[in-house]
Protein backbone atom coordinates (compact mmCIF):
# COMPACT_ATOMS: atom_id res chain seq x y z
CA UNK A 1 0.00 0.00 0.00
CA UNK A 2 1.37 3.63 -0.78
CA UNK A 3 2.41 5.85 1.88
CA UNK A 4 4.38 9.31 2.98
CA UNK A 5 7.65 8.66 4.06
CA UNK A 6 9.20 11.28 5.95
CA UNK A 7 12.89 12.31 7.34
CA UNK A 8 14.62 12.44 9.65
CA UNK A 9 12.47 10.92 12.26
CA UNK A 10 13.67 13.34 14.36
CA UNK A 11 15.10 16.36 14.39
CA UNK A 12 17.46 18.14 17.38
CA UNK A 13 18.54 21.16 16.81
CA UNK A 14 20.20 24.72 18.56
CA UNK A 15 18.24 27.64 18.45
CA UNK A 16 19.00 30.00 15.22
CA UNK A 17 19.61 27.32 13.09
CA UNK A 18 18.21 26.21 10.05
CA UNK A 19 16.04 23.28 9.24
CA UNK A 20 15.14 20.91 6.00
CA UNK A 21 12.33 18.25 7.18
CA UNK A 22 11.81 16.03 3.85
CA UNK A 23 8.89 14.28 2.56
CA UNK A 24 7.92 11.79 -0.43
CA UNK A 25 4.41 11.84 -0.45
CA UNK A 26 2.41 9.17 -2.70
CA UNK A 27 3.54 9.06 -5.86
CA UNK A 28 0.11 9.94 -8.07
CA UNK A 29 -0.94 12.56 -5.31
CA UNK A 30 -1.22 16.29 -6.51
CA UNK A 31 -1.51 18.13 -3.09
CA UNK A 32 0.47 18.14 -0.59
CA UNK A 33 0.38 19.57 2.65
CA UNK A 34 2.38 20.25 6.07
CA UNK A 35 0.79 20.59 9.70
CA UNK A 36 2.32 20.53 13.18
CA UNK A 37 1.56 19.51 16.63
CA UNK A 38 2.45 20.10 19.53
CA UNK A 39 2.48 17.71 22.56
CA UNK A 40 -0.14 16.69 23.89
CA UNK A 41 -2.26 19.61 21.49
CA UNK A 42 -3.84 19.37 18.20
CA UNK A 43 -3.00 19.36 14.66
CA UNK A 44 -2.19 22.77 13.16
CA UNK A 45 -2.85 23.35 9.70
CA UNK A 46 0.85 25.19 8.16
CA UNK A 47 0.77 25.07 4.60
CA UNK A 48 -0.67 23.26 1.11
CA UNK A 49 0.66 23.33 -2.15
CA UNK A 50 -0.36 22.62 -5.43
CA UNK A 51 1.21 22.87 -8.94
CA UNK A 52 4.52 23.64 -7.40
CA UNK A 53 3.19 27.04 -5.75
CA UNK A 54 1.42 27.48 -2.21
CA UNK A 55 -2.16 27.45 -2.18
CA UNK A 56 -2.91 28.36 1.31
CA UNK A 57 -1.23 29.24 4.50
CA UNK A 58 -1.77 29.82 7.97
CA UNK A 59 -0.88 32.86 10.86
CA UNK A 60 1.86 29.92 11.49
CA UNK A 61 3.49 30.17 8.18
CA UNK A 62 5.44 32.87 8.36
CA UNK A 63 8.70 33.87 6.60
CA UNK A 64 10.94 32.11 8.85
CA UNK A 65 8.89 29.04 7.08
CA UNK A 66 9.12 27.74 3.12
CA UNK A 67 8.21 25.10 1.17
CA UNK A 68 9.83 23.72 -1.97
CA UNK A 69 9.08 20.83 -4.55
CA UNK A 70 12.59 20.47 -5.68
CA UNK A 71 12.19 17.84 -8.00
CA UNK A 72 9.37 14.96 -8.98
CA UNK A 73 8.99 13.58 -5.65
CA UNK A 74 10.12 15.44 -2.56
CA UNK A 75 8.16 17.89 -0.76
CA UNK A 76 10.31 20.06 2.02
CA UNK A 77 9.81 22.43 4.74
CA UNK A 78 12.88 24.75 5.46
CA UNK A 79 12.59 26.78 8.72
CA UNK A 80 15.32 29.12 8.31
CA UNK A 81 16.19 30.31 12.54
CA UNK A 82 14.77 27.86 14.94
CA UNK A 83 12.93 28.83 18.03
CA UNK A 84 12.27 27.37 21.31
CA UNK A 85 8.31 27.19 20.29
CA UNK A 86 9.12 25.40 16.70
CA UNK A 87 9.20 22.22 18.81
CA UNK A 88 6.82 19.94 17.43
CA UNK A 89 5.96 16.83 15.43
CA UNK A 90 5.78 18.00 11.90
CA UNK A 91 3.71 15.82 9.52
CA UNK A 92 3.13 16.06 5.96
CA UNK A 93 0.03 14.94 4.08
CA UNK A 94 -0.71 14.62 0.59
CA UNK A 95 -4.26 13.59 -1.43
CA UNK A 96 -5.65 13.42 -4.69
CA UNK A 97 -8.57 16.00 -4.28
CA UNK A 98 -7.78 19.82 -3.45
CA UNK A 99 -10.62 19.39 -1.23
CA UNK A 100 -9.24 18.01 1.66
CA UNK A 101 -11.14 14.62 1.35
CA UNK A 102 -9.04 11.57 2.77
CA UNK A 103 -5.56 12.87 3.37
CA UNK A 104 -2.57 10.52 3.83
CA UNK A 105 -0.62 11.33 6.29
CA UNK A 106 2.71 10.17 6.92
CA UNK A 107 4.99 9.01 10.41
CA UNK A 108 6.08 13.18 11.06
CA UNK A 109 9.25 14.43 12.10
CA UNK A 110 9.91 15.20 16.23
CA UNK A 111 11.54 18.49 16.13
CA UNK A 112 13.39 19.12 19.02
CA UNK A 113 14.65 22.88 19.20
CA UNK A 114 17.12 23.45 22.65
CA UNK B 1 -12.92 32.82 14.37
CA UNK B 2 -12.43 29.85 13.32
CA UNK B 3 -13.57 26.96 15.91
CA UNK B 4 -14.20 23.01 16.51
CA UNK B 5 -15.73 21.98 19.24
CA UNK B 6 -15.53 18.29 20.05
CA UNK B 7 -15.54 16.44 24.16
CA UNK B 8 -12.16 15.95 25.56
CA UNK B 9 -12.89 12.66 26.40
CA UNK B 10 -15.09 9.83 26.48
CA UNK B 11 -15.23 6.73 28.27
CA UNK B 12 -17.17 3.73 26.89
CA UNK B 13 -16.62 -0.50 27.54
CA UNK B 14 -15.62 -3.02 25.11
CA UNK B 15 -18.44 -4.16 22.75
CA UNK B 16 -20.56 -0.96 22.91
CA UNK B 17 -21.52 1.77 20.68
CA UNK B 18 -19.89 5.28 21.32
CA UNK B 19 -20.89 8.41 19.46
CA UNK B 20 -18.47 11.73 19.66
CA UNK B 21 -19.67 14.85 18.38
CA UNK B 22 -18.33 17.89 16.68
CA UNK B 23 -20.13 21.61 15.78
CA UNK B 24 -17.55 24.05 14.08
CA UNK B 25 -17.59 27.38 13.15
CA UNK B 26 -16.21 28.34 10.29
CA UNK B 27 -15.49 31.28 7.59
CA UNK B 28 -15.84 28.34 4.79
CA UNK B 29 -17.08 24.96 4.53
CA UNK B 30 -16.54 22.13 1.60
CA UNK B 31 -16.77 19.26 4.45
CA UNK B 32 -16.25 17.29 7.39
CA UNK B 33 -14.00 14.85 8.16
CA UNK B 34 -12.33 12.59 11.51
CA UNK B 35 -9.36 11.13 11.79
CA UNK B 36 -8.24 8.91 14.20
CA UNK B 37 -4.84 9.07 16.41
CA UNK B 38 -3.24 6.55 18.64
CA UNK B 39 -0.32 7.89 21.02
CA UNK B 40 2.56 8.41 19.08
CA UNK B 41 1.26 8.31 15.41
CA UNK B 42 0.16 9.88 12.77
CA UNK B 43 -3.31 10.87 12.22
CA UNK B 44 -5.68 8.14 10.20
CA UNK B 45 -8.27 9.22 8.06
CA UNK B 46 -12.05 7.71 9.00
CA UNK B 47 -14.39 9.46 7.21
CA UNK B 48 -15.48 12.19 5.09
CA UNK B 49 -19.18 14.24 4.73
CA UNK B 50 -19.85 16.95 2.41
CA UNK B 51 -23.63 16.64 2.58
CA UNK B 52 -26.46 16.05 4.72
CA UNK B 53 -26.65 12.50 6.12
CA UNK B 54 -24.51 9.01 7.38
CA UNK B 55 -22.04 7.46 5.79
CA UNK B 56 -21.21 4.25 6.96
CA UNK B 57 -18.12 2.08 7.20
CA UNK B 58 -17.55 -0.99 8.73
CA UNK B 59 -17.81 -0.46 12.69
CA UNK B 60 -17.49 3.39 12.06
CA UNK B 61 -20.42 6.10 10.73
CA UNK B 62 -20.05 9.61 10.27
CA UNK B 63 -23.44 12.30 10.42
CA UNK B 64 -23.32 15.93 8.95
CA UNK B 65 -26.08 18.28 9.57
CA UNK B 66 -24.64 21.52 7.78
CA UNK B 67 -27.48 23.64 8.90
CA UNK B 68 -26.88 22.50 12.37
CA UNK B 69 -23.05 22.67 11.98
CA UNK B 70 -22.87 19.49 13.38
CA UNK B 71 -21.58 16.38 12.78
CA UNK B 72 -20.40 13.28 14.88
CA UNK B 73 -18.21 9.98 14.37
CA UNK B 74 -20.12 7.22 15.99
CA UNK B 75 -18.35 3.91 16.94
CA UNK B 76 -19.47 0.49 17.20
CA UNK B 77 -18.77 -2.80 18.73
CA UNK B 78 -15.88 -0.85 20.55
CA UNK B 79 -12.85 -2.76 20.48
CA UNK B 80 -9.89 -2.11 22.49
CA UNK B 81 -7.71 -0.74 19.60
CA UNK B 82 -10.21 2.16 19.35
CA UNK B 83 -8.91 3.38 22.10
CA UNK B 84 -7.31 7.04 20.65
CA UNK B 85 -7.74 10.48 19.94
CA UNK B 86 -10.28 11.47 17.11
CA UNK B 87 -10.20 14.29 15.44
CA UNK B 88 -13.18 16.47 13.39
CA UNK B 89 -11.88 18.52 10.31
CA UNK B 90 -13.15 20.88 8.11
CA UNK B 91 -12.32 21.42 4.84
CA UNK B 92 -12.70 25.73 4.67
CA UNK B 93 -12.01 25.51 0.88
CA UNK B 94 -9.10 26.85 -0.82
CA UNK B 95 -7.08 23.44 0.30
CA UNK B 96 -7.41 24.33 4.23
CA UNK B 97 -8.01 21.96 7.09
CA UNK B 98 -8.66 23.21 10.08
CA UNK B 99 -8.52 20.52 12.92
CA UNK B 100 -10.78 19.95 16.36
CA UNK B 101 -8.83 19.62 19.73
CA UNK B 102 -9.50 15.88 19.30
CA UNK B 103 -11.43 13.73 21.99
CA UNK B 104 -9.58 10.93 24.11
CA UNK B 105 -11.55 7.81 23.90
CA UNK B 106 -10.97 5.55 26.44
CA UNK B 107 -12.04 1.59 25.98
CA UNK B 108 -12.52 -0.53 29.08
CA UNK B 109 -12.66 -3.89 28.88
Known amino acids: EPEVTQTPSHQVTQMGQEVILRCVPI?????FYWYRQILGQKVEFLVS????????KSEIFDDQFSVERPDGSNFTLKIRSTKLEDSAMYFC????????????FGPGTRLTVT | GQSLEQPSEVTAVEGAIVQINCTYQ??????LSWYQQHDGGAPTFLSY????GLEETGRFSSFLSRSDSYGYLLLQELQMKDSASYFC??????????FGAGTRLFVKA
Open chain 1, 93 to 104: ASSESGQGYEQY
Open chain 1, 27 to 31: SNHLY
Open chain 1, 49 to 56: FYNNEISE
Open chain 2, 26 to 31: TSGFYG
Open chain 2, 49 to 52: NALD
Open chain 2, 89 to 98: AVNTGGFKTI
